[in-house]
Every structure is written in structure tokens, then in C-alpha cells.
């Protein structure tokens, strides 16, 4: 590695850490960012795509909102095509629990100012062709949509390099020097960094990383499953929640939806999980052909997994640290995606500023600090014991 | 022992239409779609079928196993390792003590330009039409590659009555068994030596004939030597490749063996993988020219791999295993490989010579050889940079080797429904040229379930459990972890 030295380091080429990258780079910051893998290799490069206000997490709602006003103008700012579509958000209702659901978060995004609509049966069928007659209504919101994983996750990093950012694949942290009460350096496999600031997005490794640091940070990986199918016809723009999925028809035509369990797993700091995928695809699959009866012949062409990061609120962390006091705590919890160019743009005003205009109440790492290190035996979010 | 044999033959012509799991290349008869006459014609064309099935193994024909499921370090739902299997209709689970993956090898596709076209199609395509169904709709064929692949499917067309008009190769002399060359010359065959394709034209997408033209010793085509053949098919017979997709799915090591067709599983001399409970035998455990003449290699092996999981389930002992296998030594387990790879990348070097990099790598994507090396974003978003220098594989490179999943998603070469069995190779090679590695260092390009297309209405799991359907989870919630 040619240099030991930048302003920031950041750790981990997904979406949240490619994001803050890229906006501390615009900045002006000079920034390395390090990966273990290759971009969006893990969970950033693997997900459903799905942008949304996050109504169902309220405190979410202005990073959320944020993210989906950057989004529309991402392209550009990049300069590279993340395929994002913002065509709309459909959640349908086929219970009547579920009808209820979408009420109340109708209810709280009115609140919110956010532009939602309830929407009839028949109104369903002409905005996503094909589906089940089985729905009882659907709620409606504008601003959500879906971009392409890989596209944007390279896009950050292309855009970042175009800046003079540098960025490693295939370089892994296996150590955190704090000296003074501040990571004095970055130890990886290429090489020390020295750094003003550290960036920590290390997606489910996130907790490991920390620890490098001495700093306890709640978050349990788990094993997410999701399917593609060949292109289809006729199209659909607007992304799709119902019948125990969330999805998308991508821009070439593919249906890509997931659901379904997850499955509490354990992450090592230096190696890539493993990501099989269970026979739970075909619950899915009968799930999509319930959903979408107008697309039961096509053929399903992949599936895959991904190892997402969840804290125990369900919530981000995104936190710069009294001690270290220039580390800086980027995880998602799961949904990271949709809210990733926010999530960049906080980070960069936190070190920048050390604060953000961006309303993050409830997003701090102090949370938790009665949570101790047994807390995911506690919950019940370990694995499960391997059996013989 | 209670032995199940599974075998996807005969296919759905809704697959073969999709070039699954072979190039068939649209050249097949309307007989396909008639299911109970390609049973009987496929157990017609291997007696062995019979014959296990006479010693009680339970011979399941038009199934395919579309994945293969095991518990792992991160994922212990399972309550023991099984295969998701589908027929026409329906797809199910079954679980086993031991496996014997004897899945052959697929065709090696080569990019040409109008290999999108109907009539393009590959030797182990052409194969299971002229052998198993007996529904190979050719006229007049074209077949490159001398090796004894290409040397044999040319008079296996001969023997069915379809014209050959040519064998092609860009050897500078055949490479196969003189005696078949020499068939063929008796028939007529035209050998071309030192050439390659430039194109396969013709109206309707169909193809109507081939132009070739001689190469010199750097691969380049030389001026004014186009020859324009009439031919309705063009039959890729240059090599095959394992089809090693339900090992990677089941956590084997697999090696980079160039001339044994890329990626094979690693396996002791009793034919047992690096899972335990996994054995291989025949074309998926290495293939090379040599094997077509030599189908006892694979028998052998198929032998061997079947004492070997009788003896790891104790149902035949140590010293029975040992002498049972010792009457197979006589007979080869393992033959002498040949230039497998080498043969490929000047094959390849040809064709783009001859015929330019705006040819399709990818079909099914309609993505070019030149898309792929300049990462360029899919047509279809008609994106344009102003950028002088864009993003390249180089860059992609500096750290270390291209890893072909990440191209793949950005490019979508390989995304395609054929599952990247058509481009594998070539996108592979390709990458490898352009960013100066050696293709050996690249990750392979990652295998997921399934492993053949298969339509909503078919995965749907018939014997879902209540708890999976009632307890399912939208996305997290603390109570819905493992169900299954
Ligand atoms: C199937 C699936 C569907 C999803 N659907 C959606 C969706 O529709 N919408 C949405 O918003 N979100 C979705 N998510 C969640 C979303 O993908 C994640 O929240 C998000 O990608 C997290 O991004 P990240 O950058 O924080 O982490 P990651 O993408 O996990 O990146 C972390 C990076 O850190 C690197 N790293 C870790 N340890 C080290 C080390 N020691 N040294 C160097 N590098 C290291 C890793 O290699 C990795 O590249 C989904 C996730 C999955 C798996």
C-alpha cells in the first residue's frame, strides 16, 4: 500500500461506508477506504434494493426521508447509473391484520408530512399487473422506489476514486492501536494507516471491530435469503411489498423479492461469511406465485444470501465516540441500503462538524449502554447449536 | 442399500428451448415435447437403466436436482443434508446418507458472431438430440473443433443423415483419432485446418450458412481467405466442461485444472470428495478429449465411487472394498489429459480476431466481449460518460485479482437465464486476458440454487409446513429465526 497515512479511513466498502466516503471526499477530505472483500461484496452488493421513508421506524423517518430526496439526484451526483426507479412504494393488505397495519402506518406518515395514499383493489391491479385478486387495499407511497445493489454500491466507490479517494479491496483490518483515548492507527494486512479519523462500517463485523477499539457495540449478524427470476413482461416501476415479501421488478425486468426467516449466525473480523441459501427459497417462490399468479411460469434463474447486521432496537448506529474520540460508528440494522446516501452525509457533518443537520435523535451509540456483552444469548440471538 | 437414481433426462422442451442444460441451439424436433416417448427413447439409448433398475434401484427419469442443501458453520436449519429435486410439475426435498454427483460436463460456449442465432448449438446439445431423443432438426452442419469431440459428433451426424459440410479447427492439424478422420474423408468432409469462424448468417435469426476463414500462426485472419459454407447449424464441439454447480452449492473443494475442463472437485482415489459424505465419478470429476473415445474411464470411476460409499455406510467391509476395487485396476481410473485450456484460448483468440469484440459474450444479456472489458453498464440504460478515462477492469484489478461475480453484477454477462452455463468460460477468460491474470487466480464465478430455471409454480413447496406458513416473517422479528 502506497500511502500510511489520510484525513479518514474508513473501514468496510459497502454502502454505508462507501457513502460517507464519498461525501467526506467532496468535502475535501483525503480518504482511504479498506476492504476485507470486494465492493458490495457482502451485504450492500446482495440486498433487495428497496428504498424507503421507513414509516414503520418512526425515529428513522427525517434520515429516511433525506435519503430519498438525495436518491433523485444520485445519478448525477455520482456520475454513474444506479438504476434507481422512483415510480413508488405499494404495500398491499391480504388480511385483514394486515389492512389494519397499513391504516396506522398511514396514520404516522400523515403525521410525518409524508405523501402516502390508501389505495382500492381494483387501483392495485392497474398499478402492478398480474397480481392476486386476493388483496383488501394497499397503501401508496410516492417517494419510495429501488435502485440496482451492485450499480450503486460501484458507483460510490467510482465516484469516490474520480475525487482522488483511494480505495483497497482485498485488505483486511486485524487491528485497532488506540493510544491516548484515539486509534492512533489502522492495522491491516497491507500495512498501517494513520488517520485523523476512523470510520467503522464494517457491516456485521461491525461489534468486532469495536472491540479492536475496546468499545462495546451491539450488533448481532443474521442470514437473509432472497430470489430472481428471469425477465418478465408486462412491467411494473413500483416496488412491492405483500404476502410476506418486500421486492422489485428490475429495470431489465427480473422479479427479485425475499422474505421469510432469518437465521442468527456468528462473523470472524477477517474472513467472509459464508451465505448458503435453504430450501426457504421455495417458500418464497410460493409466496411470489401467491402474490403475482400472473407470473407462475416464469422460471426462477437465482438465489442468494447475505449476512445483514441488526441492533438490538432494530435501529442504525451512527455515533462518533467520546472514546475513541475519533472513531466513528456506521451500521445500519438491515436496511442500510435505501438509506445510504443520508447515511454518508451524516457521517461526513459528524466529522466535519461534529454534529448533523440531519435529525439522528435515537441513533447513538449511548443507547445501549446497559446492554452487556451476553445480550444476544439473552435475546435469544445466537445460532443455534450445529447439529451432529 | 436403498439407491436412488435421479437423471433430468428426458428434459422439458420449455428447458432445451432456454439452452438448459445443454446448447441445443433451437435444433430439436417437435418429438421433445412429447414426454412419454422421450422416456421411452432415452431408456431406449442406455441399456444400463434397465439393468439397475432390474436390481431394484429406483430410476427416476425427467427429474433434475436443482440444489443441494447442507448445514454449514453459518447455517444449521437443516436436519440433515438433502437435494431439492423437480420434475415438469413439481418440485420436492430428499434427504440421503451419501451422494454419488455423476453430472457430466456441459458445453463450452465460444462467442461467434450469430451464435444468438437459431442453429447455433454445441456438441453435447447435438448429442443428446441425435442419441437420447432422436430429434436433432439439422440439415447441413458445421462442426468446429478436430478434437475427438468434434471428430465424433460429426459422424454421429453422418450416421443420422445429416450433411457435414465441414470440420473446422484453428490447429494447424486435427487433433483427434486419425481412423474417424478418415471416415469422414471417406464422406466427404471438408477438414479445415488453421481457421476459424468469422460469422454464421442468415434470415429470420435462423442460420443459413457459416463464413470461415484461415488464420495464421498469431490467430489473426488472413486477407481474402473467407469461404462462405451453406449450413443450417453450427455445432461448437471444441470442449466440455464439468458440471461441477451442485458440489460448489455442497461446500466441495474444487481445483483449477485446465486440462481437465476448470474447476473439478478434489477427490482421494476412492472417488470421495472433501465432504464426506459426497462422491464423484465420470465428466463432472475432469473431462478431457481423450475421454470421448474412453467411456470405461468413467464407468470405472462410477464403480468406484459406488464401493466406496457402500464401504464408508458399511455395507460392504474394508477388505471386500479392497478387492472389489483391485478388479477395477486393471482397467484405467484415470487417463492421460490433454491441452485442454490452451486449445480454448486460441480458439478464443481466433474467434475475437475473426470476428471483433461486438460479439455477444453473454447471449441471454446481449452483452458484448467489448461491454465486458470496458465494465460498461447494460444497454439498456443508454448510459453515457463524458469521462476521458472510465472505470476499467485494470483498476478493478490493482489489488488483486477480478473477481467475475463483481463484473457480473455490473455488467450482467452471466445474469442470464441460461445461469451463465453458455459464458462461464469465456466471460472468465475474457476477464482474465483484459486485466492480465492468469484466469487460474480468479474466483470462480459463485453457483446459486437453483441450478436449472425453474418456473414459480414448480418450486412451490407442496409440503410447506404450517409452521413455515403461518410463523413467516416479513422481514426481522425476534421470534421468526429458524423454521424449517
Ligand atoms: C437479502 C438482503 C436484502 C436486503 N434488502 C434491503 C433492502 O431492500 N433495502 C435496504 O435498505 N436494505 C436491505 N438490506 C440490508 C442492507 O443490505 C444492509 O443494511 C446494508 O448493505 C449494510 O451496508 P454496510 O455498508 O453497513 O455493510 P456491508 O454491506 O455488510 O459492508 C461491510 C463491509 O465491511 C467489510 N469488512 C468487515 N470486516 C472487515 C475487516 N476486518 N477489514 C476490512 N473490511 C471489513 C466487509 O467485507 C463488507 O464489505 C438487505 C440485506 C440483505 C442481505
Not at chain 1, 466516503?21 to 461484496?41: E, N, P, S, T
Not at chain 1, 435523535?361 to 443507547?367: E, T
Not at chain 2, 463464413?211 to 462462405?228: H, R, T
Amino acid at each position: 500500500m502506497p500511502v500510511n497515512r489520510a484525513d479518514v479511513v474508513v473501514i468496510g466498502a459497502g454502502v454505508s461506508g462507501l457513502s460517507s466516503a464519498y461525501f467526506l471526499a467532496r468535502a475535501g477530505k483525503d480518504v482511504v477506504v479498506v476492504d476485507k472483500g470486494i465492493v458490495g461484496g457482502e451485504a450492500s452488493g446482495r440486498n433487495g434494493g428497496m428504498v424507503s421513508e421507513r414509516v414503520d421506524e418512526p425515529l428513522l423517518i427525517p434520515l429516511a426521508v433525506e435519503a430519498t430526496e438525495l436518491w433523485t439526484t444520485l445519478d448525477e451526483e455520482l456520475g454513474y447509473p444506479t438504476e434507481f426507479t422512483q415510480e413508488g412504494r405499494l404495500q398491499v393488505a391480504v388480511t385483514e391484520a394486515e389492512m389494519g397495519d397499513l391504516l396506522a402506518e398511514r396514520d404516522v406518515a400523515l403525521r410525518h408530512g409524508i405523501d402516502v395514499e390508501v389505495v382500492e383493489p381494483s387501483a392495485i391491479r392497474d398499478m402492478i399487473p398480474g397480481i392476486t385478486e386476493r388483496t383488501l387495499g394497499g397503501l401508496f407511497f410516492a417517494n419510495g422506489g429501488h435502485a440496482n445493489t451492485q450499480l450503486t454500491v460501484q458507483a460510490y466507490a467510482w465516484a469516490l476514486q474520480d475525487l482522488g479517494g483511494r480505495l483497497y479491496q482485498n485488505t483486511t483490518v486485524t487491528g485497532l492501536r488506540v493510544v491516548d483515548g484515539r486509534v492512533a492507527s489502522v492495522e491491516t494486512t497491507a500495512g498501517d494507516l494513520a488517520a485523523e479519523f476512523v470510520i467503522g462500517a464494517a457491516g456485521p463485523q461491525t461489534g468486532l471491530l469495536a472491540d479492536l477499539a475496546g468499545v462495546h457495540v451491539p450488533v448481532a449478524p443474521a442470514r437473509v435469503e432472497i430470489l430472481a427470476t428471469a425477465p418478465v413482461e408486462p412491467r411494473f416501476p413500483i416496488a412491492l411489498v405483500g404476502n410476506g415479501l418486500y421486492g422489485h421488478q428490475a429495470v431489465r425486468g427480473n422479479l427479485i423479492f425475499g422474505g421469510g426467516a432469518h437465521e442468527w449466525t456468528d462473523v470472524d473480523l477477517t474472513t467472509s461469511p459464508g451465505k448458503p441459501n435453504t430450501p426457504l427459497i421455495r417458500n418464497i417462490a410460493r409466496r411470489l406465485a401467491e402474490l403475482l399468479p400472473g407470473a407462475a411460469d416464469v422460471p426462477v434463474i437465482r438465489s442468494w444470501a447475505g449476512v445483514v447486521e441488526q441492533a438490538p432496537d432494530y435501529r442504525p448506529i451512527i455515533d462518533i465516540l467520546d472514546c475513541p474520540s475519533n472513531y466513528v460508528v456506521v451500521t445500519a440494522s438491515a436496511h442500510g441500503f435505501g438509506i445510504s446516501p443520508a447515511t454518508g452525509k451524516v457521517v461526513s457533518e459528524l466529522v466535519l462538524h461534529g454534529e448533523s443537520s440531519i435529525d439522528i435523535r435515537g441513533l447513538g451509540l449511548d443507547r445501549f449502554s446497559g446492554v452487556g456483552r451476553g445480550w444476544r444469548q439473552e435475546r435469544g440471538w445466537s445460532p443455534v447449536p450445529q447439529r451432529a | 442399500m436403498q439407491v436412488t437414481l435421479i437423471d433430468e433426462n428426458p428434459i422439458a422442451a420449455s428447458m432445451a428451448r432456454l439452452n438448459v442444460p445443454q446448447f441445443f441451439g433451437q435444433r430439436f424436433a417437435g418429438g421433445l415435447h412429447d414426454k412419454s416417448l422421450m422416456v421411452e427413447r432415452a431408456r431406449a439409448a442406455n441399456e444400463a437403466l434397465a439393468e439397475a433398475e432390474a436390481m431394484g434401484v429406483d430410476v427416476q427419469l425427467g427429474t433434475c436436482v436443482w440444489g443441494a442443501f447442507r448445514n454449514s458453520e453459518s447455517s444449521r436449519v437443516l436436519d440433515g443434508p438433502q437435494l431439492g429435486l423437480a420434475d415438469n410439475e413439481r418440485s420436492w426435498l430428499m434427504k440421503y446418507d451419501r451422494l454419488i454427483v455423476a453430472a457430466g460436463a456441459r458445453d463450452l460456449g465460444l462467442a461467434f458472431a450469430g451464435w444468438d442465432r437459431r442453429g447455433a448449438m454445441a456438441a453435447n446439445g447435438a448429442y443428446s438430440l441425435m442419441r437420447r431423443y432422436q430429434a436433432l432438426a439439422s440439415q447441413r452442419m458445421v462442426v468446429l473443433g478436430s478434437g475427438n469431440l468434434g471428430l465424433s459428433t460429426a459422424r454421429m451426424a453422418l450416421d443420422r443423415g445429416v450433411d457435414v459440410a465441414a470440420v473446422v479447427d484453428v490447429s494447424r492439424s486435427v487433433r483427434g483419432d486419425e481412423a474417424i478422420v478418415a471416415t469422414l474423408r471417406e464422406s466427404g468432409v471438408k477438414l479445415f485446418t488453421s481457421h476459424t469462424v468469422r460469422e454464421a448468417v442468415g434470415g429470420n435469426g435462423e442460420i443459413e450458412s457459416v463464413v470461415l476463414v484461415e488464420i495464421d500462426d498469431n490467430c489473426q485472419p488472413v486477407a481474402g481467405s473467407d469461404k462462405v459454407i451453406a449450413a443450417d447449424t453450427v455445432c461448437l464441439a471444441v470442449g466440455l466442461v464439468p458440471n461441477v454447480e451442485l458440489l460448489s452449492l455442497l461446500g466441495c473443494d474444487l481445483s483449477f485444472e485446465p486440462e481437465l475442463g476448470g474447476y473439478v472437485p478434489d477427490r482421494d482415489d476412492w472417488m470421495r470428495t472433501s465432504v464426506e459424505s459426497v462422491f464423484v465419478a465420470g465428466d463432472v470429476a475432469g473431462f478431457h478429449d481423450g475421454m470421448v473415445l474412453d467411456t470405461e474411464t468413467a464407468r470405472n470411476q462410477g464403480r468406484l465411487a459406488g464401493i466406496a460409499a457402500a464401504k464408508s455406510l458399511g455395507a460392504i467391509d474394508e477388505a471386500e472394498a479392497i478387492a472389489r476395487r483391485s478388479d477395477l485396476q486393471a482397467a484405467a481410473i484415470d487417463s492421460k489429459p490433454t491441452d485442454t485450456y490452451a486449445n480454448w484460448i486460441r480458439w478464443l483468440q481466433a474467434l475475437l480476431n475473426a470476428g471483433g469484440s461486438e460479439v455477444f459474450a453473454c447471449p441471454c444479456e446481449e452483452v458484448t466481449c467489448a461491454d465486458l472489458i470496458d465494465l460498461r453498464p447494460p444497454r439498456f440504460l443508454d448510459w453515457e460518460t463524458e469521462r476521458t478515462s472510465p472505470p476499467s477492469l485494470k483498476a478493478l484489478a490493482k489489488d488483486a485479482p477480478v473477481n467475475p461475480d463483481q463484473v457480473k453484477r455490473l455488467t450482467r454477462a452471466g445474469m442470464g437465464h441460461c445461469q451463465g452455463r453458455l459464458c462461464r468460460e469465456q466471460v472468465a477468460l475474457l476477464l482474465a486476458e483484459a486485466s492480465e491474470t492468469d484466469v487460474a487466480d480468479m474466483p470462480v464465478m459463485s453457483y446459486r440454487p437453483p441450478v436449472r430455471p425453474l418456473p414459480l409454480r414448480v418450486m412451490w413447496p407442496h409440503d410447506e409446513s404450517e409452521q413455515v406458513r403461518n410463523e413467516w416473517a416479513k422481514w426481522f422479528s425476534p421470534t421468526q429465526q429458524v423454521l424449517g
